[in-house]
């Protein structure tokens, strides 16, 4: 499952970051979903991949908007601590899957959040955007815990 997570050099390539990050998150959902052991989880885990793909549609929107005004340049955002997480293998066995879809929840969150944190002044309105789905992020990987204990 390779992802293609650019180098962080501008809001351009930091949104485009944020997509891969989210399309990640769906590619893993899918392949927890396959391994699922109930139902039950087979529904969380389509939810999740329903709300990452929404986040994909919000998130194209708001860069486009953004490519329209200034592709200010970021200097020292680093995306490679969540590339590396991201980019892996999904687990092939239960309950190794469910534990590796709670951390990359985690891991959207705390891009989204650092994002927000690194650059929130030049976002402004769409930095709620990005608050936004780090929390969607946050709670569903504590949710994804829940489930496992």
């Not at 990640?24 to 087979?42: E, K, N, S």
């Not at 891991?107 to 959040?113: F, L, M, N, P």
């Amino acid at each position: 499952m390779a992802r293609d997570f650019p180098s962080i050099v501008n809001f351009g390539s930091a949104f485009r970051f944020a997509l891969e990050a989210e399309r990640a998150g769906a590619d893993f959902a899918a392949a927890a979903g396959v391994i699922a052991p109930d139902t039950a989880w087979q529904t969380k885990l389509e939810e999740l991949l329903c709300a990452h793909d929404d986040r994909v549609e919000k998130l194209t929107t708001l860069r486009r908007q953004i490519e329209e005004g200034s592709l200010e340049p970021l200097r020292g955002f680093d995306g490679s601590p969540y590339a590396a997480i991201l980019g892996g293998e999904p687990a092939v066995t239960w309950p190794a899957a469910g534990e590796q879809m709670a951390a990359v929840e985690d891991t959207i969150a705390d891009y989204h959040e650092a994002f927000v944190t690194y650059a929130g002044d030049a976002l402004g309105d769409q930095a709620r955007a990005f608050a936004k789905a780090g929390a969607q992020a946050r709670a569903a990987a504590e949710s994804l815990r829940a489930l496992l204990v």
